[in-house]
């Protein structure tokens, strides 16, 4: 029996992820998570067969759609990735096609690791009251602690409405005194999450000369309502410090933070965001974090492909930030070893493109190495073929990367409905599943594409949790099922572009 035959018979004889619902802290096996005993079955059995199938590869074996890869590539293996295009032959129309980039980072064997010169923000306001936060809070704290060596500096910040630095930036010598300090966190207060971040970031800075993986820390369960509150700006905060080389991962505990704030700062900022539906999840997902920045293996990751006259770039998936005309720019931070990244870019020929040769798309990747200290660029090219007319893929021969973008877009439209309460496009999405996501789920069957597999589960399983709200009566917005399912959507959106390696 093949891999996807045994998975197949699993999903058949166990149901669709038959749980209550998703967890956080990105604790699906097998790219998903969740606390209902039924998803404990289904993926335990989903890791046994995986464990005795021959693992997917997404390095240099795997087939390139329409694309050809530098010889460079095979002699930097740090980072290996693909570039795939879902149409073999364009035809200036609206509805625009997609190129899709695979990323991994090679599994490092063990060796010796850079120092970290490292801030943690913690959140101190009233609401951290709730539900002991602030208790695992301080436990996620020690945790860190005693997981860092004296080759580390460390630096601990707390905010309410006002900033307190613990501990300024120092070697890890003395863990008692930090132990100490973390014991003294207590909740009160408003949220100065700017002023937070922004102290967070210049005890860093302090080490920006010295070898080792500069990064901030924060942790938050709620809004920002004190200094400076504006997202844009806030964005524009991190991406300074970016700039400089300091790197920022967001956290966010529950259902009352801004999570699309959250994911953008951690996208400016190079970093991770994550999700943690509950308190106690608190201490996993430092200690998660922390493993990722020590298993660091490239830095500086970033993807530019330029655009040729009458190639328009529509949308960047999992992307915030505004489009930039006739270049796709994707900035992808530090990448730790057997990290995996999609990234889906849907591009248009204009309507007034003038017919003529071979279409071609050159990307190239550039990031630095953390093993020989070097920096790499790999290029990429994709080229297709014009063509007369619109209609370019038959509908019984939707390509990989076409099903691919299908299952994200009806992700985002799922996503879009819940958060908006929005009847009229969650009827949309179950019309999705119904009509359109059995053939979806046969190619991702058929791909022998692991995440691609997961994606389209996912879907379903999202979806029929939709229509529960809607059979309950729990779209609306005083919906504590719809904000916690909210919060899942984006958090599971925002991993279906940023995969991370367990550690």
Known sequence: MTMWALLLALYAADGLFAGEGAGSVDKFPVALSTAG?????????????????????????????????????ADHPTLQWTLESSHATLAPDATGFYVRFRLRAAKEAARARQPLNLALVFDR???????????????????????LTPQDHVA?????????????????VNREYLHHRIDELHAAGQTNLSGGLLEGCAEVGKRLGQPGLHHVILLTDGLANRGVIDPDKLVELVKRSARGGTTVTTIGVGIKYNETLLSRLAQAGGGRYVYVAEPEQIPEALHRELGALLAVVAQNVKLKMELPPGVEVQQVFGREEPLQPGVVEVPLGDLTSGQRQ???VKLRLAQDAQAGGPIELRAVLTYDEVAEAQRVESQQTLTMNPAAAGGVVEANQVSEVLAYARLVEAVDKLALAVEGMDRKLAAEVLEIRNKQYPALKQVALKSGDQEFFNKAFLFEHYARELQELIETGALHSH???????QKELHYRRYLMEHHRHRH
């Open 37 to 73: 005993p039924g998803w404990t079955r289904l993926s335990t059995r989903l890791v046994l067969a995986l464990a005795v199938c021959t693992p997917l590869s997404l390095g240099a074996s795997s087939s390139l759609a329409h694309g050809q890869e530098d010889d460079q590539h």
């Open 125 to 147: 306001s009233g609401s951290m009251k709730e539900e002991s936060k602030i208790g695992y809070l301080r436990q996620a704290g020690h945790l860190v602690t005693d997981n």
């Open 156 to 172: 601990l910040v707390a905010y309410n409405h006002q900033v307190q630095t613990l501990v300024p930036m120092h070697p890890v």
């Open 342 to 344: 999609v990234i889906l």
């Open 479 to 485: 919906s504590e099922e719809r904000a916690k399912l």
